[in-house]
């Protein structure tokens, strides 16, 4: 089993950054961000392997970065260039074993 802990949320004006983190109770091969606005989908933000292969969904490739630390078992999401529609609740995810492990959530909100 893996547990996560994200933290780096808020509220920000539109244009602006906000960092990510999560940290995970072991190394996980792959990890990434997924976000939910109200009344849409979870949807996949960003991903990462531990060997650094990356992938982004096209609504946020050149403005948002994601990256881990493998010793710290931590996981981080760059976010600039905000937009009102990045609002959502972003989550951290874990695929392990065949199985999704889903950290609390974290609310970005962007104001226009």
């Known amino acids: 089993q893996v547990q996560l802990v994200e933290s780096g949320g808020g509220l920000v004006q539109a244009g602006g950054s906000l960092r990510l983190s999560c940290v995970a109770s072991r190394n996980v091969f792959s990890m990434g961000w997924y976000r939910q606005a109200p009344g849409k989908q979870r949807e996949l933000v960003a991903s990462?392997?531990?060997?650094?292969?990356?992938n982004y969904a096209d609504a946020v490739k050149g403005r948002f970065t994601i990256s881990r630390d493998n010793a710290k078992n931590t996981l981080y999401l760059q976010m600039n260039s905000l937009k009102p529609e990045d609002t959502a609740v972003y989550y951290c995810?874990?695929?392990?074993?065949?199985?999704?492990?889903w950290g609390q959530g974290t609310q970005v909100t962007v104001s226009s």
């Open positions: 990462i392997t531990s060997f650094g292969i990356t």
């Open positions: 995810n874990a695929y392990l074993a065949m199985r999704n492990y």
